[in-house]
């Protein structure tokens, strides 16, 4: 436990308001508004310079006014005062801002021009702040909400850091019919000093927060998120929304929160190495944090699915289904228990369907106990309870053949779900409900109390239960010891030396990787015909023959390339070629691999990102299915075991049609060396081992560009 | 237009009611008194042996005793009852029926019988009929609801067929909260007499329906599904959710409907063949589909996207872009004039986002108009246009500083949304909306009312855009002419004729195909080794030498197929190494194809379907990548193009690092082609060309395996 600038922001003893007046539509009002609305409990102190009260408290006409210097100060104040307002709370003693003035970085250079004093006053007093740019925070615990959205729910344990203010402030009423709850809300704005990975680290580390929802336009800090999302996760599930990964994501971020958005493919690898859940909608970020955050993660893929209709348990079993989990058909014994209790139609196969009834009684208590207690089920999905929702909408038809109040019907059609909530409680195993209702009907709402999330869709309680798994899986994975990077081998050191400015041809390339222990095909660099012809003669034919000079890309496009020769003639050819093309270049004579898969590994580094390895297939397949892996260097064999096999093609590895399995250790291990080697040298921009041929399930690479 | 029977189950004069009482909790009785309070305008007939009055209206002892033939009947009573009952109305004249009762052929063998009973006295009338093991219908036109569900809007425009109950009868709250209209539902059942297929083809002529939505567990007759299906969606969108092709919704799925479901990539097929969009989730049915019924196809990819919060703003943008759509950026006088209303903070890129403000006037008119007059803009996205619903939450908050009623506080917030409806309506352009508040907002109602649908997430809004204009592509999408078969080859005949019990060997099998004039490498079938030489040394070497026998799969793993042979030695190797596997074996001798990439195409004949034809990647790849794309024969070459053009990994079928690309002609023509053989040939049970070796671009098949 580290004490975080953010301990104090979320739950300070005073707070100073800047911007607010007593004109309720102004937005400094509207957020002091909230603040006194949300039963702070420490001191709120207005600073305004007519105005003797703001919003009914009393007002100070300066900074120096103020009778001591408050823990916090939120500014909602155009952008020129801001570096000044800080500095005079600087030097107040004030060391904590949330600062919500917008009109910095995110318009352009003034802005950047504007911000960036911001921070030297900052540094200069060692203050730390949230925003600017930003929309404010929210405590539902230590209760504090200095946002624009009201709070309406009681506490409850998803913790929210967001790049967009509008899921701090825009969605109190949303969550609030979803019955979703928050222990904490930060919106992060532009990060000119706390940024998204000291919100991770914070709600990673809040007692009152069991699961982190990310909305995420860019990650500055990657090994930095990558190191605490990777502690964080073996103990709190983090659920995570990437949006710049496209063009237009990125360009809109960019003049949202002037930041410079990533390569979606690279966050699909940090999110995989961090553990973190990655989903495309802030929907998913709410409702699967959420469920994350009250219920049990499900220990195993075996799903029982209750209902009592058929549409919504097979959408349930066929979503589960497509998402790695299983629907299994229930054992004998259980089946017989089942069939005791069942109407005539219905069916104690897995999904058990009870069929319509509106009769409740079998589907909140007598099968979820069975299910619920049987052997080899981990997790428990219920479609249809309902019980006041139903009642008002029948009412008007009832009306006419019952003599009784609507509140009467509703009590007689109220269903008891303390004991269906107290076996799940005691099961251990995770419970979702889904329904067609919403918080009219009393059943949904008291699910909701308790921690049993309801989604208003089969298909998405589904899909929750199986990141319950995900989850699991997560925190339960095996993971590399500290990841010991091995020395620079010294022959890498002197090949490195001798690169000159024009880069490296593909002779130093594959030199430099065998340096790491990482296998190439046999090779000669040779100037002329007959040092060539000599060259063939010793590694065997047939050879290929290459041209091999720094600085030259697409070498089978330009004719540099000749494979499968068979005899000093044809080389001699070939080195002809090549003259022709290049006056004079040298040429490489490589042994050809004979081997039956192609595959690739790379290396990039992506603004914001240290050194980033890629895995795919090779050779013509690398571009026609853009099915490539990534993590951040450095790895270990374990980390890089999981690469290979999350590639959508990892099926190819295996021993298939009497062609050997790859030998996934040596290729593990390759992915490895190669990410010791890009940590070892930055100068090194991008690496391209393309294509590794497989030769006996045995990874040797045929072709090695370096780009410095 | 046909007449169908759904025309008069749908909008009947008068309708008898079996299994109704006066205890209000009956499912008969709860779709009576739903019937009387639908504001049917004909006759309801109860027939009940003891109630002299049922739910209010005179009842009948028996059906004899009805004073005329109702045009429909529906029926909620125990299943042996059933078909008595059925033959009871046949002699009365009534020719309609909608069977609600369950515990027929889901059930088992019994009930299957039970169900055969029925059909046999429908057969008998020439009665029509829904079900059984329905939940009844809904026209919200001609007002008429027989199912357990109220009814509690206005008629819309989206019309539904399911093969669940539910999602006839437990929707409409839910649908009530999202604004979603319908014009009919169809619970189909079990489909004894009336499928899916009948429901399509009415919704298709219905003039009331303006897109379709569709919940598939299994397609009956799915050549006839494709016919009607592909006529509709060229004026009339269609959506639809498939669940049975996981191992669970299967199993699921046949235990609800007793329906034997298919592969999923064979539903993929299918759907995109019949212009069909699939979605993978309930909600999706009835929101896209709701789009679609109420808002202009988008006409292009180019979408604007307004925005008062970044973070919706750059998801929609996001959503858009991985869904193939664009948001360009805008013109210069298009943001010139944007920019002279725009605020300091605000970005007049698209997506525009105002940055957040209480005022919502810029957001709901100036800026829709201008960005809906724009050229190259096809549609229109706003996130956040709120009103009420905030006033609300807000109120307690202002009442503090503002002495207003609530009343008065709403009306002050309320925005005037009728220039927008106005301006979308004219423009011809799709204008979707995205907010997170519900129908407490008196906007987002406005909205709905006028058919602008709002989406309770940027995400779902930017998906429903880009669904706009997959609708737009399905209507202009270029379609072969009437698929002329061609007759069949006298050859094929031939070949077809001499295949005997064995079923046919590789080289029988490749006759086939050259008959239908697709070309395979050339080869000989010879017995023994001097025959194999000289057929090796009249085609030239290299060759390959095969194993030739009927009933042989994975030859390679028998060690019957030899590559490469360079000489005479080579292939007198090869024959006996396959006389040691199969002694006294025929074998292939063939030319050895030089090309670069391997493909496949396949049949197989999934039960409810007729011949399908896959296409994909061959060799290793097949299994590797499970990549393929099907169609259903026969069909014409601008439907081969399209299916070889939706495998994930048709980049690699272009020109590609020097590679020629493959001639798109020829390969079509292939399909066609194999799709014409299979219609030809019933008991031709599966085919498989593979490998099909692009050689120069050109496809020929290397080789073919035909399974009787």
């Known amino acids: 436990m580290t004490t975080t600038p953010l301990d104090l922001i979320l739950a300070p003893e005073s707070i100073a308001v800047l911007g607010a007046n007593n004109n309720p539509v102004k937005m400094g009002s509207v957020q002091m508004l909230n603040l006194l609305h949300s039963g702070f409990a420490g001191q709120v102190l207005p600073v305004h310079p007519r105005e003797k009260t703001v919003c009914?408290?009393?007002?100070?006409?300066?900074?120096?006014?103020?009778?001591?210097?408050?823990?916090?100060?939120?500014?909602?104040?155009?952008?020129?005062?801001?570096?000044?307002?800080?500095?005079?709370?600087?030097?107040?003693?004030?060391?904590?801002?949330?600062?919500?003035?917008?009109?910095?970085?995110?318009?352009?250079?003034?802005?950047?021009?504007?911000?960036?004093?911001?921070?030297?006053?900052?540094?200069?007093?060692?203050?730390?702040?949230?925003?600017?740019?930003?929309?404010?925070?929210?405590?539902?615990?230590?209760?504090?909400?200095?946002?624009a959205g009201c709070m309406l729910d009681p506490p409850g344990h998803l913790g929210i850091a967001t790049q967009s203010g509008t899921y701090t402030a825009q969605v109190p009423a949303w969550m609030h019919q979803r019955g979703i709850r928050i222990s904490k809300s930060i919106s992060i704005g532009n990060e000119a000093d706390i940024d998204l990975v000291d919100c991770l680290e914070y709600l990673g580390?809040?007692?009152?927060?069991?699961?982190?929802?990310?909305?995420?336009?860019?990650?500055?800090?990657?090994?930095?998120?990558?190191?605490?999302?990777?502690?964080?996760?073996?103990?709190?599930?983090?659920?995570?929304?990437?949006?710049?990964?496209?063009?237009?994501?990125?360009?809109?971020?960019?003049?949202?929160?002037?930041?410079?958005?990533?390569?979606?493919?690279?966050?699909?690898?940090?999110?995989?190495?961090?553990?973190?859940?990655?989903?495309?909608?802030?929907?998913?970020?709410?409702?699967?944090?959420?469920?994350?955050?009250?219920?049990?993660?499900?220990?195993?893929?075996?799903?029982?699915?209750?209902?009592?209709?058929?549409?919504?348990?097979?959408?349930?079993?066929?979503?589960?289904?497509?998402?790695?989990?299983?629907?299994?058909?229930?054992?004998?014994?259980?089946?017989?228990?089942?069939?005791?209790?069942?109407?005539?139609?219905?069916?104690?196969?897995?999904?058990?369907?009870?069929?319509?009834?509106?009769?409740?009684?079998?589907?909140?208590?007598?099968?979820?106990?069975?299910?619920?207690?049987?052997?080899?089920?981990?997790?428990?999905?219920?479609?249809?309870?309902?019980?006041?929702?139903?009642?008002?909408?029948?009412?008007?038809?009832?009306?006419?053949?019952?003599?009784?109040?609507?509140?009467?019907?509703?009590?007689?059609?109220?269903?008891?779900?303390?004991?269906?909530?107290?076996?799940?409680?005691?099961?251990?195993?995770?419970?979702?409900?889904?329904?067609?209702?919403?918080?009219e009907d009393q059943a949904l709402c008291t699910f909701q109390e308790a921690g049993i999330p309801c989604f208003d869709s089969p298909e998405k309680a589904a899909a929750a239960m199986a990141d319950l798994y995900r989850n699991h899986c997560i925190r339960t994975r095996a993971v590399d010891g500290a990841v010991s990077e091995m020395p620079v081998p010294e022959a890498a050191r002197e090949i490195m030396a001798g690169i000159g400015a024009d880069g490296a041809d593909e002779f130093t390339a594959k030199a430099l990787i065998q340096a790491y222990g990482i296998s190439t095909c046999n090779e000669r660099r040779v100037h002329g015909m007959d040092a060539a012809v000599a060259a063939a003669a010793d590694l065997g034919y047939p050879v290929a023959v290459k041209g091999c000079a720094p600085r030259i890309a697409h070498k089978s496009e330009h004719g540099l390339v000749h494979l499968n020769l068979a005899d000093g003639d044809q080389v001699r050819d070939a080195c002809r070629a090549i003259d022709r093309v290049i006056p004079g270049c040298p040429v490489?004579?490589?042994?050809?691999?004979?081997?039956?898969r192609e595959l690739m590994a790379g290396m990039t580094r992506p603004d914001g990102f240290g050194p980033c390895i890629l895995f795919g297939l090779g050779g013509i397949f690398t571009e026609a299915f853009r099915d490539v892996s990534v993590r951040l260097a450095p790895f270990g064999p374990i980390e890089a075991s999981a690469m290979i096999r999350s590639i959508r093609s990892h099926r190819l590895l295996n021993d298939f049609r009497g062609r050997p399995a790859a030998d996934m250790e040596i290729l593990a291990d390759l992915l490895v060396r190669l990410g010791n080697l890009a940590c070892h040298f930055p100068q090194i921009r991008e690496i391209d081992l393309n294509p590794i041929i497989l030769c006996d399930g045995y990874p040797r690479v045929a072709d090695a560009l370096l780009v410095m």
Chains 1, 2 share one sequence.
């Open 56 to 147: 009914g408290r009393k007002a100070y006409p300066g900074v120096s006014d103020l009778p001591f210097a408050p823990d916090l100060v939120m500014m909602v104040i155009p952008p020129a005062g801001v570096a000044e307002m800080m500095d005079a709370f600087g030097r107040l003693g004030t060391r904590h801002a949330v600062i919500v003035s917008a009109g910095f970085k995110e318009t352009g250079v003034d802005g950047a021009v504007l911000e960036s004093e911001l921070l030297a006053v900052a540094e200069k007093y060692g203050m730390r702040f949230l925003g600017p740019n930003c929309m404010g925070v929210i405590n539902s615990h230590h209760p504090m909400n200095l946002s």
């Open 205 to 439: 580390q809040d007692s009152q927060t069991r699961a982190i929802g990310l909305y995420i336009e860019c990650i500055r800090r990657a090994d930095r998120f990558l190191e605490v999302a990777r502690r964080v996760s073996r103990h709190k599930p983090i659920v995570a929304q990437y949006v710049g990964g496209t063009e237009s994501g990125a360009r809109s971020g960019a003049s949202h929160t002037g930041a410079m958005a990533g390569p979606d493919y690279i966050y699909d690898g940090l999110f995989a190495q961090a553990g973190v859940i990655r989903v495309n909608t802030i929907e998913e970020v709410f409702r699967t944090g959420h469920t994350l955050a009250v219920q049990p993660p499900a220990r195993g893929r075996r799903i029982a699915v209750l209902t009592n209709s058929g549409g919504p348990g097979t959408a349930m079993a066929s979503t589960l289904d497509a998402r790695g989990m299983t629907v299994p058909e229930l054992p004998g014994p259980v089946r017989r228990r089942l069939e005791a209790l069942l109407p005539g139609y219905a069916s104690s196969k897995n999904p058990v369907d009870l069929t319509f009834h509106t009769d409740m009684t079998h589907l909140v208590e007598d099968f979820p106990r069975i299910l619920l207690e049987a052997d080899g089920i981990d997790g428990l999905l219920i479609h249809g309870i309902i019980d006041t929702g139903w009642a008002e909408m029948a009412y008007p038809l009832f009306r006419s053949l019952l003599d009784v109040t609507l509140e009467d019907f509703r009590a007689m059609l109220t269903v008891n779900l303390l004991p269906l909530i107290e076996m799940a409680r005691q099961s251990g195993k995770p419970v979702l409900v889904s329904s067609f209702f919403g918080r």
């Open 588 to 596: 490489l004579v490589c042994e050809m691999l004979r081997g039956d």
